[in-house]
Structure formats: C-alpha cells, structure tokens
C-alpha cells in the first residue's frame, strides 16, 4: 500500500516539473507526469525487492527522487529535441 503514496507524490512533483521547466508549448501535459510515476513505481518495485523496507530512507529517495530527476531529464530533453525539429522543419520548408 506504501506504493502508492510514492506514486501519488511522484506523479504531483511530475506536474510541478511540467509547469517548472519552460516551453510547455513544445511538449504534451502528461510527459513529466508519467515518466515520474513510471519511474516511482519501478524505483519502488526494484528497492522492495531488493530487501529495503518501508521504513528505509534510501527506497523513498529512489522511487520519488528518481523519478523526479528523470522527469525533469526527459522534459528537457524532449523540449530540446522539439526545438531542433522544428528549426530543421523550417529550414526545409524556407521559412
């Protein structure tokens, strides 16, 4: 049941990273939401069974701050890559 506040936390933090990170025109709403709580749910699953308890600190970190740094990762990734293809796109269209 613990698992579930990890993803309920890392997916409200997803949604802080979506409004943080600029050039939320360039990329959809639920991207940063999503990976957090993909990520938490993994991170969690993996540090369960890897014997960390629900009381150890080290499993909170790795299921709500992973995913919070891979979030923020792939959002500005993504909006960089976003960038480059729309620059490419005008260039082949001349404009």
Do not use: K, N
């Not at 997916?11 to 639920?30: E, N, Q, W």
């Not at 991207?31 to 629900?54: C, D, I, K, M, N």
């Not at 150890?56 to 790795?62: E, P, R, V």
Request: hydrophobic share 60%; glycine share 10%; net charge positive.
């Amino acid at each position: 049941m613990y698992i579930l506040l990890a993803i309920i936390a890392a997916c409200a933090l997803g949604i802080a990273v979506h409004f943080a990170v600029p050039s939320r025109d360039l990329r959809g709403l639920a991207v940063a939401p999503a990976v957090a709580t993909a990520v938490a749910a993994a991170g969690y699953t993996v540090g369960q069974w890897s014997g960390l308890g629900e009381d150890s600190l080290w499993l909170w970190l790795i299921a709500i701050g992973g995913g919070l740094v891979l979030s923020v990762v792939a959002t500005v990734a993504l909006t960089a890559i976003r960038r480059r293809s729309d620059a490419a796109q005008r260039v082949a269209l001349g404009i």
